[in-house]
């Protein structure tokens, strides 16, 4: 009775690993096949992806800076107290393009920021500059992302952005009595934090093109 009963468990132990090795294969198989899908689907996706992730800069490039008709990302190092100024603010400069015309002149650059300080996350801005008279123009703001308050902070495209377009500045302050001065930013009403880290971006991208409108101008003698 007890041997009979012993071979019984062990048939059901080899049942029971049999079952397990089953299942394992199963779920093998079907790891394997969905990581297969994934790979199939990315790569069938990601240029198309790319495209519109081009086609969306060249839009924001094409939006701040009008007049220009082919943007070239150039290399640049930053000097190091700009650099830390704008680690200070919680800006970083991203990407930077040289804007020409198709007849090859020189009308600025179009440069990304990114704030930190937003309320809601980073809020990524580029903006379009070029060389005044006595200042840099600032010909416009495109914002690219921001996840700020639902009818505060994300009103910062309708409020914000078209206060600093077209104007000549090296810097811009907000303020919450009403903008009068050309570098003064009406702020949000109950977004402080919005118009300040979107103030602090732009202002970031202002120095940097300054800084390397110097630089260029420095090493080929003179305003173009």
């Known amino acids: 009775m007890m041997e009979m009963s012993g071979n019984s ?7 029971d690993f049999i079952v397990m090795l089953k299942e394992a294969g199963a779920l093998l198989a079907i790891t ?28 924001a490039c094409s939006e701040v800076m ?26 970083t400069i991203g990407t930077v393009y040289e804007a020409k015309t198709s007849g090859g002149d020189f009308k600025g650059y179009v440069i ?63 303020t919450k009595t009403g903008g009068n001065l050309d570098n003064e930013i009406d702020a949000i009403s109950g977004a402080t934090i919005t118009t300040k880290a979107v103030t602090n971006a732009v202002n970031g991208g202002l120095k940097t093109a300054a800084e390397l409108y110097a630089a260029k101008t420095g090493t080929e003698g003179g305003n173009e």
């Open 66 to 91: 009008p007049d220009a008709d082919d943007f070239t990302e150039i290399d640049f190092d930053l000097s190091r107290e700009l650099s830390e100024e704008l680690s200070g603010d919680g800006i």
């Open 9 to 15: 468990q062990n048939r059901t132990s080899s049942k």
């Open 112 to 174: 990304q920021s990114t704030s930190s300080e937003g309320y809601g996350g980073d809020i990524v801005l580029y903006l379009g500059v070029e060389p005044g008279e006595e200042s840099m123009h600032l010909n416009g703001v495109s914002i690219l992302s921001i996840e700020e308050t639902p009818g505060l902070g994300m009103r910062a495209e309708e409020v914000l952005v078209p206060q600093f377009a077209g104007k000549d500045a090296d810097h811009f302050i907000y």
């Open 32 to 59: 394997l096949v969905a990581g297969l899908l994934l790979g199939f689907v990315y790569e069938l996706t990601k240029e198309p992806i790319k495209r519109q992730e081009e086609l969306a800069i060249q839009n």
